[in-house]
């Protein structure tokens, strides 16, 4: 076969496969947007392992030329040159998310902003965009997502079980409320409700409504321009995997094994083997000492120094684990 450019639908379908690989990670990019967007509260339903999806914000929504651009690739209100990707304070940056989710589902999209009368929709099937409609509506965006996958029956077999795929979502919103205390989050999971977690005050108390753990210990670190803060269980309070260590980089959810392995260091003789503490760890530091652009759905990091993240991590921990009333003196860790 002599080369060709792709056509669009198949770029975007293929580009939908690393960005949107399971419903869990469209969750993720929508709720990331209704932040980005300024939303005070985020409502998430799904329904048949998030084959649906209806995320509800009262973020500022888009002006109605906006929202066939928003379907469009790499486009985006985020960024406009390179240089800016060092400056991030979004989630987003790349203008990817809905066009591939886009690709791959029915998608309606509804925003009406604080000056606006009403609201416009936005409907495109698998791409294919409608006219733009008024329609009654509230502040902010909806964005309802349907029969996703349904044209690449290929990745539609990929998902797991209905539970597999809805356990996922959960634990993803886990970690966007406990990295977003001041945002409400309401989820239903087929019509039921299932958490309600209203803003509160600290990123303490948020660990303390969604991990539902007491009492909870507070410390924190900095090694040069890398600072740590760490939220955390006694370490009598225990888990029996490394499910319950949630870490943050940038208040980016992250899968990181270096800074997992600190958290356990900060530990380490004060848990018995096959223990792992439950800990929620967030790290910051200057936005051009970070590239977020490493991963495709954004789960990783990488810190211009990693060291440096590794002490702090260890130290936010250590500096409180070592005043601890749970331990003689003799064993404190070093
Ligand atoms: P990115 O987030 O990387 O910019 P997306 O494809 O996720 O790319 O979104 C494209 C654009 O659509 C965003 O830059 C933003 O302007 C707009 N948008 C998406 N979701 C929302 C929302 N919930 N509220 C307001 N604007 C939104
Ligand atoms: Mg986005």
């Known amino acids: 076969m002599s080369i060709q450019v792709l056509p669009p639908e198949v770029v975007d379908q293929i580009a939908a496969g690393e960005v949107v690989e399971r419903p869990a990670h469209l969750v993720k990019e929508l709720v990331e947007n209704s932040i980005d967007a300024g939303a005070t509260r985020v409502h998430v339903e799904f329904f048949d392992g998030g084959r649906h999806v209806k995320v509800i914000d009262n973020g500022k929504g888009m002006a109605p030329e906006d929202l066939p651009k928003a379907l469009e690739r790499f486009a985006t209100s985020k960024i406009s040159q390179t240089d800016d990707l060092w400056k991030l304070k979004t989630f987003g940056f790349r203008g990817e998310a809905l066009a591939s989710i886009a690709a791959v589902s029915k998608l309606t999209l509804t925003s009406r902003r604080k000056d606006d009368e009403q609201a416009f929709q936005l409907i495109s099937h698998y791409g294919k965009k409608s006219e733009i409609d008024k329609v009654g509506g509230s502040l902010g965006t909806t ?108 208040n980016r959810w992250i899968q990181d094994r270096s800074l997992q392995a600190a958290v356990n260091e900060a530990y380490r003789h004060l848990l018995m083997h096959g223990e792992y503490p439950i800990a929620v760890v967030w790290v910051e530091t200057d936005t051009d000492a970070v590239d977020v652009n490493i991963h495709p759905t954004k ?36």
């Open 143 to 250: 964005i309802l997502i349907e029969n996703l996958f349904e044209n690449t029956p290929a990745r539609l077999k990929f998902l797991k079980s209905d539970a597999a795929e809805n356990s996922a979502i959960k634990n993803t919103l886990k970690a966007m409320a406990l990295s977003h205390f001041d945002v409400e989050i309401r989820i239903q999971e087929n019509g039921k409700l299932v958490h309600f977690w209203p803003a509160t005050q600290s990123r303490k108390d948020r660990v303390e409504q969604i991990l539902e753990i007491k009492p909870l210990f507070v410390g924190e670190a900095a090694r040069e321009n890398v600072r740590a803060y760490a939220v955390f269980a006694d370490p009598h309070n225990v888990a029996k995997t490394a499910k319950n260590i949630w870490l943050f980089a940038q």
């Open 299 to 334: 789960s990783a990091v990488k810190f211009q120094t990693p060291s440096l993240a590794f002490r702090a991590v260890a130290g936010a921990l250590r500096s409180t684990l070592e005043l601890a009333p749970w331990l003689p003196a003799a064993q404190q860790p070093r």
